[in-house]
């Protein structure tokens, strides 16, 4: 009876295995390749602060962003929820489809080539359509980066809000200015 049981929870930790979680759950920072060349500040580990998404094990994902008007108007951090989404991956592990959709707006579907993979970095292509993504051709470097923090050690700045309960556009910070964004940083005690 024991070694029955033994192998029952074998095999139902195979099958857990088999069915996957998506190998990159967690918080990351996602930039172009050229964004992370010309604006580290905005698009490494630290680009977190300003962006991130949150990808669930199941695949579901949350796209979040800092309101940068409301750090510049009231020094306030709040993130909205900006996009939100599921992404399958392929059987092969090399490669995924995401469906999601900005809030506010229709529903799109992207595709995802995944290169190689250190624990904290992740290197990808971004394609548009399956066409692009099936002969890997024109698509877009990105380099996602590991967040160095966790969910609930930045769940209370998030607000309930989504980029739809904006009155003006809401977006985070932009190239011209990482000043600003340094000194959310220096405030959040992540820089000095």
């Known amino acids: 009876m024991r070694f029955a049981l033994v192998v029952v929870a074998s095999l139902v930790s195979h099958c857990a295995a088999l069915a996957g979680d998506h190998p990159y759950a967690g918080l990351w920072s996602e930039a172009g390749a050229d964004d992370l060349k010309g604006n580290p500040e905005l698009s490494g580990p630290q680009g977190c602060y300003n962006r991130f998404t949150e990808q669930f094990p199941d695949g579901r994902f949350r796209y979040y962003l800092v309101d940068h008007a409301k750090w510049l108007g009231e020094r306030k951090v709040e993130y909205l929820l900006a996009q939100e989404g599921q992404c399958t991956m392929n059987v092969d592990g090399r490669g995924?489809?995401?469906?999601?959709?900005?809030?506010?707006?229709?529903?799109?579907?992207?595709?995802?080539?995944?290169?190689?993979?250190?624990?904290?970095?992740?290197?990808?292509?971004?394609?548009?359509?399956?066409?692009?993504?099936?002969?890997?051709?024109?698509?877009?470097?990105?380099?996602?980066?590991?967040?160095?923090?966790?969910?609930?050690?930045?769940?209370?700045?998030?607000?309930?809000?989504?980029?739809?309960?904006?009155?003006?556009?809401?977006?985070?910070?932009?190239?011209?200015?990482?000043?600003?964004?340094?000194?959310?940083?220096?405030?959040?005690?992540?820089?000095?």
């Open 96 to 192: 995924e489809k995401c469906v999601g959709h900005v809030m506010g707006e229709k529903q799109s579907e992207w595709f995802i080539a995944y290169q190689d993979a250190a624990s904290d970095e992740v290197r990808a292509t971004y394609y548009e359509n399956v066409f692009f993504f099936e002969k890997r051709f024109g698509g877009e470097p990105i380099i996602r980066n590991k967040c160095p923090f966790d969910m609930p050690a930045i769940k209370h700045y998030i607000s309930g809000k989504t980029i739809a309960d904006c009155a003006t556009r809401c977006r985070a910070f932009g190239r011209s200015e990482s000043e600003e964004f340094k000194g959310m940083l220096k405030e959040l005690g992540v820089t000095k």
